[in-house]
């Protein structure tokens, strides 16, 4: 790979996650309270009723700040979310689709509304598009 291409992998990356983070704050993606429990899940690493799953996922991270458990699970989805562009160009370049086909595919990503949010969340959705 040249360095044109991963160049441009990382300005897309950054860029996503500069802007969302200016657009959007930080907030709980799951209603009635369960967020907060979520982040308790992550950071006492015990299972939820939903199974081992987000402990398992979260607790590392969570674990490293646990007066504010929350902010660090939020950069982490911040992080891993602003990742999913450069990862659908890499995808789309692996399978064959022209560069500004696999550009648009990652801007795409990038600007879509329901990535963006979950990504400034406690939802684990992020890191499922992510992983």
Known sequence: MRIKPILSLVVLA?????????VLPDAFFHQR?????WVDT????RASYYGPGYGELFHFIAARNPTAPD????LWQRI???LIPALVWL???RA???????????????VDPTLARVAASESYFATCGFL
């Not at 309270?33 to 429990?37: A, E, T």
Request: proline fraction near 2%; avoid cysteine; charged fraction near 5%.
């Open 80 to 82: 891993a979310g602003a």
């Open 42 to 45: 992550a950071l006492t690493g």
């Open 33 to 37: 309270g369960q967020g907060p429990g």
């Open 91 to 93: 995808i789309a370049r």
């Open 96 to 110: 064959g689709a022209r560069g500004t086909v696999a550009l648009a595919l990652g801007v795409a990503a990038a």
């Open 71 to 74: 902010q660090s699970i939020f």
């Open 14 to 22: 950054l860029a996503t996650f500069l802007v969302r983070t200016l």
